[in-house]
């Protein structure tokens, strides 16, 4: 993930309070992770990073902003505002686990964005 790419969805996160979920390729997590504290700190924004086996994730302290980095798998049973699909990522995704996304952004009204 580039800069710009990790300081939009941040902005994004962050202005309307969203719940991010960004899909990674395998071995892509950590690198994300750091874009985005990177672009936390362009923005002067307190950011609490929290990495586990499973859920790498980037939330802004006060406030209910929280952009969480994983490869691809199944997020059934989360919920999200949007989905982020890094490049190349949508076409080597199984069917079951986009249909998981699209759900898990349905009760919210958001959508899945594939990045370019």
Do not use: C, W
């Not at 390729?25 to 672009?39: D, N, Y």
């Not at 990522?89 to 349905?106: I, P, Q």
Request: overall charge negative.
């Amino acid at each position: 993930m580039n800069y710009f790419t990790a300081l939009g969805l941040l902005l994004h996160a962050v202005a309307f309070q969203h719940r991010v979920h960004v899909v990674v390729r395998t071995g892509q997590e950590r690198e994300t992770v750091r874009e985005l504290e990177a672009a936390a700190a362009a923005m002067h924004l307190p950011v609490t990073v929290k990495y586990t086996n499973d859920d790498m994730s980037v939330t802004v302290r006060d406030g209910d902003a929280r952009i969480s980095v994983a490869r691809p798998g199944s997020v059934r049973g989360a919920t999200f505002d949007r989905v982020y699909l890094h490049d190349g990522v949508a076409r080597d995704l199984r069917l079951r686990d986009l249909d998981d996304l699209h759900t898990a952004v349905a009760a919210s009204g958001g959508e899945v964005i594939e990045g370019r």
